[in-house]
């Protein structure tokens, strides 16, 4: 089982939907939980932390939970520009480690 | 301000040669990260400095990689003799210390081994 497991995808959905793309993480002494964007045959880009309290940042919000291991990102009203990957990733307990892991990434197209 | 700078680009060797990737971190972030994507795989933690010093190599594939970072500024990956599996793009990252760790991504180097 991988350390950090996110939805298939591909989603494909039209512009002004709501969507809700999930990951589970293995280990349980993780801390520090983030979810990147990533476009085509680019760098990963922080998109925002992810907080055991929920923070939203505009149309995203992302949720923790410790005890189920899970974490989510919801991205309302799509736009055409949401396209591209989103990777979670988890990094441990200690704060000055850098071992981050990531999801295979979950890949969104958003339609006119 | 500058974010994380990748050099080269992109690389092509031959199998059996050497390569060496440099990276600039963000100015004043003492921590350093170099990750891998190999096609159709995950992004893998390869190694973490903070400033000179390794604080994490437990990513790293073999001792055909080398990674040094003298006078905690810029770092370099060496990979030597490169074989045809060392294929992928190598992402650089940066962060401060505590309390952010966000980490920063530079534009990354593909490496393509023929």
């Known amino acids: 089982r991988k350390e950090v497991e996110q939805d298939p995808g591909p989603f494909n959905v039209p512009e002004g939907a709501t969507v809700a793309f999930n990951c589970t993480y293995s280990?349980?002494?993780?801390?520090?939980f983030f979810w990147y964007r990533q476009d085509c045959r680019k760098e990963p880009k922080l998109l925002m932390s992810?907080?055991?309290s929920g923070n939203e940042d505009g149309r995203f919000t992302a949720q923790l939970n410790r005890a189920s291991q899970y974490i989510s990102l919801l991205i309302r009203d799509s736009k055409l520009s949401d396209s591209a990957t989103y990777l979670c990733?988890?990094?441990?307990?200690?704060?000055?480690?850098?071992?981050?892991?990531f999801g295979d990434g979950t890949t969104l197209t958003v339609k006119p | 301000e500058a974010g994380v700078t990748q050099f080269p680009s992109h690389s092509v060797i031959e199998k059996g040669q050497t390569v060496t990737l440099r990276c600039d971190p963000i100015?004043?972030?003492?921590?350093l990260y170099w990750y891998r994507r190999v096609m159709g795989k995950e992004i893998k933690f390869l190694l973490h400095?903070?400033?000179?010093?390794?604080?994490?190599e437990s990513g790293m594939p073999n001792n055909r990689f080398l990674a040094e970072r003298t006078g905690g500024t810029y770092s370099t990956l060496k990979v030597q003799p490169a074989e045809l599996e060392d294929s992928g793009v190598y992402f650089c990252?940066?962060?401060?210390?505590?309390?952010?760790?966000?980490?920063?991504f530079g534009p990354g180097t593909r490496l393509t081994v023929t």
């Open positions: 280990n349980s002494a993780s801390q520090s």
């Open positions: 400095f903070v400033k000179e010093s390794k604080q994490d």
């Open positions: 990252a940066s962060s401060q210390v505590w309390p952010s760790i966000e980490q920063y």
């Open positions: 992810v907080y055991s």
């Open positions: 990733v988890v990094t441990p307990a200690n704060t000055n480690a850098g071992k981050s892991t």
């Open positions: 100015s004043g972030h003492d921590n």
